[in-house]
């Protein structure tokens, strides 16, 4: 039988500690948040950006299907949340879906330190994801491989590469 200080003398203890110590989000607020289950994060982001909305002044009511999460000042809203990925290189915001009931996609971009908050309307976004290359490969797409457009996808950076993301 390993006991706990034994554990921590192991290889594999070192190893996981050189990997917690590569998180940026170790010491952050928002670790929590960050460790939840994808459904979880979901909910959270939804209910987060609707406050942020409220403080604003903005009038937020729950959805009218389930094809978006929001209805704000009237406009249907989608929201996709992030953390970043990798060794800190990117955000990736997923299950992008153009064909759904909604008028825009908000953008939550959760840096270690503080929360932006980005929107674009749905056709902008369409736009920069239905992507074919010279292959006629989907650039973007999320399930199913790169040859048949799944109608879900994915975008990969910072807010700052996408001129079409505004602030909200």
Same mark, same amino acid.
């Given at each position: 039988?390993?006991?706990?200080?034994?554990?921590?003398?192991?290889?594999?203890?070192?190893?996981?500690?050189?990997? !917690? +110590? %590569?998180?940026?989000?170790?010491?952050?607020?928002?670790? *929590?948040?960050? #460790?939840?289950?994808?459904?979880?994060?979901? @909910?959270?982001?939804?209910?987060?950006?609707?406050?942020?909305? !409220? +403080? %604003?002044?903005?009038?937020?009511?729950?959805?009218?299907? *389930?094809?978006? #999460?929001?209805?704000?000042?009237?406009?249907? @809203?989608?929201?996709?949340?992030?953390?970043?990925?990798?060794?800190?290189?990117?955000?990736?915001?997923?299950?992008?879906?153009?064909?759904?009931?909604? #008028?825009?996609?908000?953008?939550?971009?959760?840096?270690?330190?503080?929360?932006?908050?980005?929107?674009?309307?749905?056709?902008?976004?369409?736009?920069?994801?239905?992507?074919?290359?010279?292959?006629?490969?989907?650039?973007?797409?999320?399930?199913?491989?790169?040859?048949?457009?799944?109608?879900?996808?994915?975008?990969?950076?910072?807010?700052?590469?996408?001129?079409?993301?505004?602030?909200?």
């Amino acid at each position: 039988m390993l006991n706990a200080n034994d554990f921590l003398s192991t290889k594999v203890f070192a190893e996981i500690a050189k990997e !917690q +110590s %590569k998180d940026p989000y170790a010491d952050s607020l928002f670790k *929590s948040l960050k #460790d939840l289950s994808s459904k979880k994060k979901g @909910k959270y982001f939804e209910h987060i950006y609707q406050e942020y909305m !409220q +403080s %604003k002044g903005c009038t937020v009511e729950k959805p009218q299907n *389930s094809d978006h #999460d929001r209805v704000v000042d009237g406009r249907k @809203k989608e929201i996709k949340g992030s953390f970043l990925w990798g060794d800190a290189t990117h955000f990736r915001w997923q299950q992008i879906r153009p064909d759904q009931d909604y #008028d825009d996609v908000v953008f939550l971009a959760f840096y270690p330190d503080r929360l932006e908050v980005y929107e674009a309307d749905k056709q902008t976004v369409r736009s920069a994801v239905e992507v074919q290359d010279e292959k006629g490969n989907w650039v973007y797409n999320q399930h199913g491989g790169k040859r048949v457009n799944s109608g879900t996808f994915f975008i990969d950076g910072f807010p700052s590469d996408f001129a079409w993301m505004k602030q909200a």
